[in-house]
C-alpha cells in the first residue's frame, strides 16, 4: 500500500497520503496533493461500494481455479499482499497449493512513529512475516526483495531480474500482480516490472492483477481529479467502466475475518495516527493543524474487506486506464504482451457472481 510514495499524479484517494519523506518541492506538491485530496474524499466511498459491487455483479467466479493454482505475489510494499490477495492465498494455503510472496520495496516510506527508515523497514518486515503467516504463508516463503520504497521506477530492471530469478526457482504456474493503474507510483513500477520479468524469463503461466489503491479512484479513473462529479459523470463513466470488462472473482465469504487480523498485524500501516517524522511544519502547512499522520488505510481501501469477493483482472485488461509513467513513452502498446493477448477471454469454473 504506503500512500507516500503519491506525487502529483495522485489518484482521487480517500485516505490522505502521508507527507513522510517528502522534501523541497516534493513537499510543496504534496501539501497541494494533500489539500485535493481531502477535498475529493468527499465523494462518498459508498458510491465506489455501489459500483463495485455492479462490477462484481458481471463477473466470473474463478474460486476453484484460483485455489488450485500454485502463485508469486508480487506486493509493492509490506500490506498489499494482505489488502488485495488474502481470499485467494488464503484459499491456496488451504488446498496446500504453494504460494510465495515477493515484497517488493523495503517499506521504509510508510508513515510511522518509528524513528529511522531503517528502522521501520525492519519492523515492517516482521509484520509482513507475521501477517503472511495468518495467511497461511510460511515465513520462508516471504521474500524480501529490499528495494527503495517509493523508487521501485527507478530500479526497473533490477527488480524484473530479481523476480525473473524468483519465478525460475519457485516455478509458480500462475502471478498475482497489482493492475497496470493503480496510480501510485511503486505500483505501476511493480507492474512492468513484471512485465519485463515475463519476458526475461518466458514464463508461461497465468498472470492476473489485483487491485489496492484501484479502489481509490475506479470506476472515475480517467480524468480522475479534473472532472465536477456531476450526474453525467457520476452515472455515465461508471456504467462504461462496469459494461467494459468482466472481473474475476473470488469468494471471500468467512475470510474476510481472517484478513482483518492479517491486516492487524501490518501495525505500523493500521494503528492510531502517530507523530510524523520531522515533518510537523508540512503537516501544519497542509491545514492538518498538528504533526499528527493518520493511519494511511481508511476509506475505499478498507470498504473493500466488507465486500463478498476478491477482484482480479486479466493481465493487461486495464491499460487503456494507465496512467502516464516515463517508461510507458518507450513500451507503448506492447505492455503485458503475450499475456494479455493469452487472457482476453479469462477462464471461470462456475457461473456468473
Ligand atoms: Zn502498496
Redo the contacts with the bound molecule.
Sequence with gaps: ??ASGFSGSAPEADSSPSTAHLSGTAYLSGVKAARGLRRRARVPVAARAFWRRAWAFRGLDITAAMASTSCLVVA??P??ETLGCAAAIMRKRAAGVPVTVAIVSDGAGGASAVETSGQLSEVRRREAVRACARLGVDEGDVVFLDFPDTALDQHLDEVAAALARLVGSRTPRQILVPTSCEG?P??DASHEAVRRAVQASGFRGEILEYT?WLWTHWPWTVGHGTGRWTARRLLLAPIRRVSELRPLLVDARGLREHQKQALAEHVTQTGPAVPSRGDAAVARAAGGGSALVPPPLSGSLLAVLESRYEIYVPAGSLRHLDFDRPWRATVASVATSRTADEQASPRATAGPG
Design positions: 500500500m504506503d509493492p510494499h500490506d498489499d501510485h511503486d505500483h489496492v
